[in-house]
């Protein structure tokens, strides 16, 4: 049962472009969603998150589009950097109960020069 | 600064084996997950523990255990393993209370012959 669907599963950009990425989700109890960076040989760290009572988060070039109404939040990265290859997953969580993560199945982005 | 580490980057066991991979984490937190990641299907939870001697399933939990017998060590054990349990394992820790922040150990291979 994929709770968090993620697309595309990979992605060519051209250096300076806008990288994105996108996640829907189902479970409406949901009210914190991260992102997630992997570099190879490394696990996942957190990039930049938002809960659902804000439409935009911007980090640096990083921004999170969050769209409550369609079940939708997406991942934008401004002037991508080869520096930027790397694997993406966003993720949600859910307040109640036990705070478990629910990972999409993750972007494998490649910037090329 | 944060640290997870795992016992092994990589791992070759045997059909039947048993297999320990252990989790270390040095930031006193209580909270502490094992993943499995494999492509095309994102990072699945396996186990988690929110203290000492305390576990609970995820969602992937048939053919694992795991064990908690002090706060910063948590270790994932397969009792007979098989060859579909060929994975990337991935351990993270959380301060529970505090943000919902991951942090990831960079992972362990197993192959499983």
């Known amino acids: 049962q994929q709770q968090v669907k993620q697309s595309p599963q990979s992605l060519i950009v051209q250096k300076g472009g806008i990288s994105i990425i996108n996640c829907a989700y189902e479970?409406?109890?949901?009210?914190?969603f991260p992102w997630y960076q992997q570099f190879p040989g490394k696990g996942p760290a957190l990039l930049i998150a938002?809960?659902?009572?804000?439409s935009e988060k911007k980090e640096g070039r990083f921004t999170i589009s969050f769209n409550k109404s369609a079940k939708q939040f997406s991942l934008h990265i401004m002037d991508s950097q080869p520096g930027d290859s790397a694997t993406y997953f966003c993720?949600?969580?859910?307040?109640?109960?036990?705070?478990?993560?629910?990972f999409g199945t993750g972007t494998r982005l490649t910037i090329i020069p | 600064d944060v640290k997870v580490t795992q016992s092994s980057r990589y791992l070759v066991k045997r059909t039947g084996e048993k297999v320990f991979l252990e989790c270390v984490q040095d930031?006193?937190?209580?909270?502490m997950f094992w993943y499995r990641q494999d492509p095309g299907l994102g990072l699945r939870l396996i186990y988690f523990?929110?203290?000492?001697?305390?576990?609970e399933k995820g969602d992937i939990p048939e053919g694992y255990s795991v064990s908690r017998e002090k706060k910063e060590r948590f270790s994932l054990i397969l009792e007979s393993a098989s060859t579909n349990q060929t994975s990337m394992y991935l351990c993270?820790?959380?301060?529970?209370?505090?943000?919902?922040?991951?942090?990831f150990g960079p992972g362990t291979r197993l192959t499983v012959t």
């Open positions: 938002i809960r659902p009572d804000v």
């Open positions: 993270a820790s959380r301060n529970q209370g505090g943000s919902y922040e991951q942090y």
């Open positions: 523990s929110y203290d000492v001697k305390m576990k």
């Open positions: 930031m006193d937190h209580e909270n």
């Open positions: 479970n409406t109890a949901f009210d914190y």
């Open positions: 993720a949600a969580l859910s307040n109640f109960g036990n705070e478990k993560l629910t």
